[in-house]
C-alpha cells in the first residue's frame, strides 16, 4: 500500500535555522553578526535525522539559504537520507517586514542553491514566522511564479504576530491571479470553540501532550495529514543563552528538554512522512483538479 493512500500517515516538517535566527531576535542578534555567533544547527539537525531515522519516518526540511550557503552539508545529509529539502527563504525575513521585490530575492535565490545542493527540485516554501498574513497574499502569487508548487504559512489562527484565521485549517488548494497553490497548515484542534495551535515547535513544548495528540488523532479519523514543526534548536537544552526580554526568554528557552521526549512519544503513535512523499503528484499541475482535501 503506498503512502498517498494511507490517510492517517501524517507530515512532519522542520524549519532549518540557527537558534540566534528567530524573529523574536531580531532587535538583539541583527543580521550583520550572525557569522561571529555560535553554531548549533549541524549537530541539531542530525539529531532530528537519528530521531526519524529510529522510527522509520521522513520528513520535510524548509531549509534557509543562508543555511545552505554556509553549512551546504547540511542539506546533502538530509537529502541523502531521503528527506525532502524545501525553502525557508533565505534571511528568515518576515513577510510582513519586506517588499515583494525583496520576498521575491529571497525565495528564488533560497530555491536555486537549496537545488543545486540537493539535487532535487525545490516546491516548497514555508514563511519565517508564518507571516504571510491578511494583507500579504502578493507573495502566494510571487511563490507561483517562482515555480514553488505548495506552501506551508497560513496558519489559522488568531495570533499576535501570526495567523491567517480564516483559512481553512486541512490542505487545500489556493486559486490566484498567478495561478493555483497548495496550502498545509500547521495542525490545529477546537478548545471551547476556539481553534488553537498543536502542530509543534513552542506548541509542543508548552501544552500538555495530550493536546497534540488529540490534533492528530482527529485529522486522522478524518483521513487528512496534519502538520508537524520543530526548528532545531528546539531539541538543544545546551543552546547558549542570549539576553532578551523575559516573555521572548521563556518562549523560546521554556520546555527545550521536553522536546526530543514528546516528538519520541508522538512517533511511536504516528505515522510520519515529508510533504513530497505523501503527496507524489505535486509536480503535475492538474493534480489541483483532482485534489481530494479542501478548496479555498
Not at 6 to 12: A, D, G, I, K, N
Not at 61 to 71: D, E, H
Not at 213 to 221: D, L, S
Request: hydrophobic letters at 40%.
Amino acid at each position: 500500500m503506498s503512502l498517498e493512500s494511507q490517510p492517517t500517515t501524517h507530515l512532519f516538517s522542520v524549519d532549518v535555522e540557527e537558534h540566534f535566527q528567530v524573529s523574536s531576535f531580531e532587535q538583539h542578534v541583527p543580521q550583520a553578526s550572525w557569522d561571529t555567533q555560535p553554531s548549533r544547527v549541524a549537530h541539531n539537525v542530525d539529531v532530528l535525522l537519528d530521531l526519524l531515522a529510529r522510527h522509520g519516518a521522513f520528513g520535510t526540511f524548509f531549509t534557509l539559504g543562508w543555511v545552505g550557503a554556509k553549512y551546504p552539508e547540511i542539506v546533502r545529509r538530509v537529502a541523502g537520507a531521503g528527506h525532502e529539502v524545501a525553502s525557508h527563504g533565505w534571511w528568515h525575513t518576515r513577510v510582513t517586514n519586506t517588499t515583494p521585490e525583496r520576498f521575491r530575492e529571497d525565495v528564488r535565490s533560497s530555491k536555486r542553491l537549496l537545488e543545486d545542493l540537493c539535487g532535487h527540485p525545490v516546491i516548497g516554501y514555508r514563511a519565517p514566522s508564518f507571516s504571510i498574513v491578511p494583507g500579504r497574499e502578493w507573495a502566494l502569487d510571487i511563490l507561483i511564479e517562482e515555480g514553488y508548487r505548495y506552501d506551508s504559512s497560513l496558519f489559522p489562527i488568531h495570533r499576535s504576530g501570526y495567523g491567517y484565521p480564516h483559512a481553512p485549517p486541512v490542505p487545500h488548494v489556493l486559486r490566484r491571479p498567478s495561478g493555483a497553490l497548495y496550502e498545509i497548515p500547521p495542525a490545529t484542534t477546537v478548545v471551547a470553540g476556539v481553534r488553537i495551535p498543536a502542530a509543534g515547535g513552542g506548541y509542543l513544548r508548552q501544552f500538555p501532550f495530550g493536546l497534540i495528540r488529540r490534533a492528530f488523532r482527529e485529522n486522522g479519523a478524518l483521513a487528512i495529514p496534519a502538520m508537524f514543526y520543530i526548528h532545531p534548536w528546539e531539541v538543544d537544552p545546551g543552546q547558549p543563552r542570549i539576553k532578551v526580554p523575559w516573555l521572548t526568554r521563556i518562549r523560546h528557552y521554556r520546555g527545550l528538554s521536553r522536546s526530543l521526549p514528546k516528538m519520541e512519544r508522538l512517533l511511536a503513535e504516528f505515522r510520519f512522512t515529508s510533504v513530497a512523499k505523501r503527496f507524489a503528484r505535486f509536480a503535475d499541475p492538474e493534480i489541483a483538479n483532482a485534489w481530494p482535501f479542501a478548496r479555498a
